[in-house]
């Protein structure tokens, strides 16, 4: 299976910060890198498709890039809402997400 | 409003038998892969299981293999899983997830929707 390893796995952040979190997968992947969110006792909300592309509703804070192997999120302006953990998810080959990173707030 | 409600979790013995259940509704049902996710206490997301839409194809995690087998009813617009040989490792929340894209015979992609999820608990 395709490892995927998220980093960091927690960060402490203020409000307006710009955020990035980072997604490396154990061999390329091409774009099927999906980024989700998740809040506690909440299901996973999605927030990019494709490595890049913004999932519906999602505010265009958010975006990622990145292809093959590394993959980016960035939140430009981090607001209240987004106090959260995110996970990365590969559907290059069988499923499988990153441990994900907690955004706590500094 | 597209909706999924999971049902059938709760508590089991180690080596006992479960089956969840995962009823949808708001979309055309036989048209999308599902697939069921899982999330243990303070732990990351696990991928469990697929199935496509059509259901003629079905997709696994190593750690479930053999022992999990996933369905679906398209004309109750219902998805299941059935879990044998359970675990102590095997408690978790288990949610079920749409696929984002429409095919009959896809394998699982990535998730727009997500049901609430529902607990399941495998003591030793």
């Known amino acids: 299976d395709i490892q995927m390893a998220q980093s960091p796995s927690s960060l402490s952040a203020s409000v307006g910060d710009r955020v990035t979190i980072t997604c490396r997968a154990s061999q390329s992947i091409g774009i099927y890198l999906h980024w989700y969110q998740q809040k506690p006792g909440k299901a996973p909300r999605p927030l990019i498709y494709t490595a890049s592309s913004l999932a519906s509703g999602v505010p265009s804070r958010f975006s990622g890039s990145g292809s093959g192997t590394d993959f980016t999120l960035t939140i430009s302006s981090l607001q209240p809402e987004d106090f959260a953990t995110y996970y990365c998810?590969?559907?290059?080959?069988?499923?499988?997400f990153g441990g994900g990173t907690k955004v706590e707030i500094k | 409003e597209v909706q999924l409600v999971e049902s059938g979790g709760g508590l089991v013995k180690s080596g006992g038998s479960l089956r969840l259940s995962c009823a949808a509704s708001g979309f055309t049902f036989s048209s999308y892969a599902m697939s069921w996710v899982r999330q243990a206490p303070g732990k990351g997301l696990e991928w469990v299981s697929g199935?496509?839409?059509?259901?003629?194809?079905?997709f696994y995690a190593d750690s479930v293999k053999g022992r999990f087998t996933i369905s679906r009813d398209n004309s109750k617009s219902t998805l299941y899983v059935q879990m044998n040989s359970l675990r102590a490792e095997d408690t978790a929340v288990y949610y079920c997830a749409k696929d984002r894209g429409a095919g009959g015979n896809s394998a699982p992609d990535a998730f727009d929707i997500w049901g609430q999820g529902t607990m399941v608990t495998v003591s030793s």
């Open positions: 199935i496509s839409g059509s259901g003629s194809r079905t």
């Open positions: 998810q590969q559907s290059y080959s069988t499923l499988t």
